[in-house]
């Protein structure tokens, strides 16, 4: 890493707002340079202040960009007096899946004497404020799941902090880690199959580079492998409410699937009960699987076939890798993949239904 205390050393110097110097990182007088303006107007507009207009902010956020600037308390930590603590960026809490990684990621900061500081990055936010914020109070960063934060500020970040990203697309070069999705997804697909299912749907937005995209494209090839058309795609939120959203317009268009595959257990069990409600027999009609294993999957009827995946492990995971990052250790160069698991109960309609055991895949079967 490029320590930030030459810049701090030749500020002290100077004191102009014309000051540039001449190697290390940039400073807040560099910035305040490039984009014509104070360096008090600098440090509010890097503050999320409200006095300073929309067109100033972005000239100091484009001038702190390209010169790859992070706020002074940063450059304290850089020249070795560290903050002992981890930053964690997620799209939002809400739901076990997020409250998981979170569990994990902040157990194993604390194993090793270390705090979390959290920054929430979703639709409605200024992630990129938010982003350089965080960094100037912490020693590295983990960005988990899609956000709103751009690949471009974290390649910009991971300039001058360690990074590690999980559940997310990777960056080169960078610690990535993964639960396991494509092939669990596909043979969970395939058990659908097997059971004798042909107009299977899909429930969730398959973005590019997201959980529910992976899980995607294992549904897709599974399908393909077995020459079954794909069903209906409905791409939605992986919210409760969405699932029901989802069910009010399959019942309208006359329920033309008899399985679907949601992109995780929220979207499941909202399906599940809204069918029910509407008199749809589960699995008889419509089989539903599901993916994240949440408590509730256990204790419905019919009991939720699904997929578990180690998400505290992950989240813990990616706490440890930032700190041997910040200890000095090299990146890992292959992404780090987590085995998945096929949870099987009885929404799927198979003719032996579980208990919550799990269902082999079947390169296992042929293994054995």
């Not at 920054?119 to 912490?138: I, Y």
Request: charged fraction near 25%; aromatic fraction near 4%; glycine fraction near 12%.
């Amino acid at each position: 890493m490029n320590p930030r205390g030459e810049g701090r050393g030749s500020r002290g110097r100077g004191g102009a707002a014309g000051f540039e110097p001449t190697q290390g990182a940039a400073t807040i007088y560099a910035v305040a340079q490039r984009a014509g303006v104070s360096t008090a107007t600098v440090s509010r507009a890097l503050g999320g202040s409200s006095k300073v207009a929309d067109r100033t902010r972005e000239a100091v956020l484009t001038a702190a960009r390209e010169l790859n600037y992070v706020p002074d308390g940063a450059a304290r930590a850089l020249a070795g007096r560290r903050t002992h603590a981890l930053g964690l960026v997620l799209p939002h809490i809400d739901g076990p899946y997020y409250a998981a990684l979170l569990v994990g990621f902040e157990m194993a900061a604390s194993e090793l004497g270390l705090s979390v500081v959290i920054s929430l990055a979703g639709p409605e936010t200024d992630p990129q404020r938010a982003v350089r914020t965080l960094a100037s109070n912490v020693d590295g960063i983990a960005f988990m799941a899609r956000s709103a934060v751009e690949d471009a500020l974290i390649e910009e970040l991971a300039a001058r902090r360690p990074v590690v990203t999980a559940a997310r697309g990777r960056l080169p070069g960078r610690d990535a880690l993964y639960a396991e999705n494509p092939r669990a997804a596909a043979d969970l697909t395939a058990h659908l199959l097997e059971a004798g299912k042909r107009r299977v749907g899909f429930v969730g937005r398959p973005e590019p580079d997201s959980d529910i995209g992976a899980r995607y494209q294992g549904y897709l090839a599974a399908l393909a492998g077995a020459e079954v058309e794909a069903g209906p795609l409905f791409a939605v939120d992986p919210v409760e409410e969405a699932g029901e959203d989802v069910v009010r317009e399959l019942l309208a268009a006359g329920l033309d699937v008899d399985a679907l595959v949601c992109g995780n257990d929220q979207l499941a069990l909202a399906v599940m009960r809204a069918l029910q409600d509407g008199g749809v027999d589960v699995p008889g009609q419509v089989a539903v699987v599901g993916w994240d294993d949440v408590h509730a999957a256990r204790f419905v009827r019919p009991g939720l076939t699904t997929v578990a995946q180690p998400v505290e492990e992950l989240g813990a995971l990616a706490a440890r890798r930032l700190a041997a990052l910040v200890d000095g250790g090299a990146p890992v160069e292959e992404p780090v993949v987590l085995d998945s698991q096929i949870v099987h109960r009885s929404s799927c309609g198979c003719a032996h239904p579980g208990t919550g055991e799990e269902l082999p895949s079947p390169e296992r079967e042929e293994s054995r």
